[in-house]
Nanobody, 126 residues
């Protein structure tokens, strides 16, 4: 599967952005993928943000819980990340990821995912 992330930009602290990640899949139905969002700030390692299972179950990093929401639209082959109450520390390149799963599971480790998008920059000014 190929993933294309979009929706990043520059926003003031307290603002909102919605990231999208569209998939083009061949040979495997999009609905059978567990999906995730990760981010990487300058000089830091890539870290987990959110994940959504095939059934819609979600899990979030503590740092974004209550502010971010992940969702998916299988008909559009797209996963979203709604980001509200943004903080300067949310500044990073955001990556979407996908992994076919045979169970209704969520994955939070980078090594769990084999398919990655190219990343979209989110900058939050104070």
């Amino acid at each position: 599967v190929q993933l294309q992330a979009s929706g990043g930009g520059l926003v003031q602290a307290g603002g909102s952005l919605r990231l999208s990640c569209a998939a083009s899949s061949s040979g495997y139905t999009f609905s059978r993928y567990t999906l995730g969002w990760f981010r990487q700030a300058p000089g830091k390692e890539r870290e987990f943000v959110a994940t959504i299972s095939r059934s819609g179950g979600t899990y979030y990093a503590d740092s974004v819980k209550g502010r971010f929401a992940i969702s998916r639209d299988n008909a559009k082959k797209t996963v979203y990340l709604q980001m509200d109450s943004l903080k300067p520390e949310d500044t990073a390149v955001y990556y979407c990821a996908a992994q076919p799963s045979i169970m209704t599971v969520t994955y939070i480790s980078l090594s769990d995912y084999n398919y990655w998008g190219q990343g979209t920059q989110v900058t939050v000014s104070s």
